[in-house]
Nanobody, 120 residues
Framework: QVQLVESGGGLVQPGGSLRLSCAPS????????MGWYRQVPGKQRELVAAITRDGSTNYADSVKGRFAISRDNAKNTVYLQMNSLKPEDTAVYYC??????????????WGQGTQVTVSS
């Protein structure tokens, strides 16, 4: 079994910063693309940022220049540094990863989600 454990969400004022972390654990021999998505009630889940194993990144236009995704392959951990936060960034943020497991091949996994609220 594989689990993705997220941390770092919370309440922050507009203009503030937060750093999210996601650490997969369990039966893992390799992790390809890792990413962060977000969802607000009544809307579809949307990609925020993604990073490949070799470090290539992709961002939603709405967060370019404000958010930065990074990963530590030795720790199987992905981070999302969020700066200059706006009220419209308020959402539940989900970690996502393509993970190879011994005997199971590659599957796509989601974390449980962490709430980010930007409000004064």
């Amino acid at each position: 079994q594989v689990q993705l454990v997220e941390s770092g969400g919370g309440l922050v004022q507009p203009g503030g910063s937060l750093r999210l972390s996601c650490a997969p654990s369990g039966n893992i021999f390799n992790i390809n693309t890792m990413g962060w998505y977000r969802q607000v009630p009544g809307k579809q889940r949307e990609l925020v940022a993604a990073i490949t194993r070799d470090g290539s990144t992709n961002y939603a236009d709405s967060v370019k220049g404000r958010f930065a995704i990074s990963r530590d392959n030795a720790k199987n951990t992905v981070y999302l540094q969020m700066n200059s936060l706006k009220p419209e960034d308020t959402a539940v943020y989900y970690c996502n990863a393509d993970i190879g497991s011994y005997g199971l091949g590659y599957h796509n996994y989601w974390g449980q989600g962490t709430q980010v609220t930007v409000s004064s």
